[in-house]
């Protein structure tokens, strides 16, 4: 593997970043100080609109802009209840990349696209891959269910090279990686960029709860467990009071799918805004017991660089 092979990504120039990093869309995390530290570092920062109405969302989009003159996008969960008004918003603000999970973009894609705007869709399977690229799609990610928060059913390992082998664009990898060892694997494999969640939570720019970070810090291999599987909205997260507890709830058949979802409601924000360890959801990937520091997203970025590279190296 040529080590140049990650500052030349098609990526790096579809994007115009400097290195193929893409920073993970985490709802109730990924503001607007997480997204221009990140794309300041020379990656691409991601504003997470799941939980923000339109104006919301123009203020964050503006906030940023403040923050950075370098590329950056917004993530567009398609089961949010704002989804529409989100859509036009970031034409409307003229953003140049939109990311976009939970659902089909297919009703937003023309408007995107005469915007200008660079789609960029997560695709769970090779063939949904392929429709999107039928769309307009500009490159797809991958994201196996290593990943913290909501999941698919395959692993980045057998994801990625399918969906690599059945579309022409870019492909993204997701779900399972947290330095340039995992970095390095996902080019092997064909991915051309890499989005990264779990490493950025102990980013020093992200705003989340100390408490939240300290679990992520303290997190061993084992750490993560998947609810939600009975409702049809599978999530890692990590072993928590709540978690066991919302899992043991599923398992009662006197529940209703509608009182499990209830018991979820909010949990993320009780854990990334308050540090709610008996009521908060602590989403993360299974890669967390790999996060021992904190960090700046410079240092990040340049920690997984320099390891890529010289795992790279080594197959040059």
């Not at 695709?123 to 269910?145: H, T």
């Not at 072993?239 to 409601?265: C, H, P, R, Y």
Request: net charge neutral.
């Amino acid at each position: 593997m040529n080590k140049n092979i990650f500052t030349q990504s098609p990526f790096c120039k579809l994007l115009n970043i400097q290195y193929p990093i893409i920073q993970g869309g985490m709802a109730w995390i990924a503001d607007a100080g997480l997204a221009a530290a990140v794309s300041n570092a020379g990656g691409l920062g991601l504003i997470a609109a799941m939980s923000l109405n339109g104006e919301a969302l123009r203020g964050e989009i503006r906030k940023t802009k403040s923050l950075t003159a370098k590329p950056f996008g917004v993530n567009i969960m398609l089961m949010s209840p704002f989804a529409e008004e989100v859509a036009r918003v970031v034409i409307e603000e003229g953003v140049q990349v939109v990311t976009t999970g939970a659902g089909v973009p297919n009703a937003y894609m023309k408007g995107w696209l005469d915007a200008g705007i660079k789609v960029f869709p997560v695709a769970p399977s090779a063939a949904f891959a392929k429709l999107m690229e039928r769309c307009g799609a500009a490159g797809v990610i991958c994201e196996g269910n290593e990943a913290g928060g909501h999941i698919g059913e395959l692993t980045t390992l057998s994801l990625v090279p399918q969906v690599c082998d059945a579309v022409q664009i870019p492909v993204a990898a997701a779900g399972g990686i947290a330095d340039g060892r995992g970095m390095a694997a996902a080019f092997a494999l064909g991915a051309r960029a890499v989005q990264l969640g779990t490493r950025f939570l102990v980013a020093k720019e992200c705003a989340i709860h100390q408490n939240y970070k300290d679990k992520v810090l303290k997190a061993g291999d084992t750490a993560t467990m998947v609810t939600g599987r009975r409702t049809g909205h599978p999530v890692r997260t990590l072993k928590t009071e709540f978690a066991v507890n919302f899992a043991q709830s599923e398992a009662d058949l006197t529940l209703s799918n509608e009182e499990i979802l209830k018991l979820g409601s909010g949990a993320l924000r009780l854990a990334a805004q308050e540090g709610d360890a008996q009521k908060g959801s602590f989403m993360a990937g299974q890669i967390a017991g790999l996060v021992k520091k904190e960090q700046t997203c410079a240092e990040i970025i340049q920690e997984l660089m320099m390891q890529a590279e010289k795992v790279g190296g080594l197959f040059a």
